[in-house]
């Protein structure tokens, strides 16, 4: 992945039902590292590899009690998540 400098959006609940965030947050971290020891600058970098973790407000003021189950049907229709991969 880092050979090829695939975008990543790594979305995730705060709070997961499952995980939470930090498995995300330890890939986040661990691509970021593959990109610096590849020599790409900060700017690209952070052009490549997004953490989007949200807070319990995201989902519940769209009506989502459950982040695990509900990030699915949120991600895939919020404007800025669908934005940013599409624009890669």
């Known amino acids: 992945m880092a050979e090829s400098e695939t975008p990543v959006y790594l979305v995730v609940g705060q709070d997961d039902e499952y995980y939470g965030s930090e498995p995300s947050e330890t890939a986040y971290d661990r691509i970021r590292d593959q990109y610096k020891d590849r020599g790409l600058s900060e700017r690209r970098i952070n052009e490549l590899v997004t ?32 934005g940013w991969l599409f624009n890669r």
């Open 51 to 82: 953490l989007d973790v949200k807070d319990a407000a995201y989902f519940a003021n769209q009506g989502i009690t459950n982040q695990h189950g509900g990030g699915g049907t949120l991600f895939s229709h919020d404007p800025d998540i669908m």
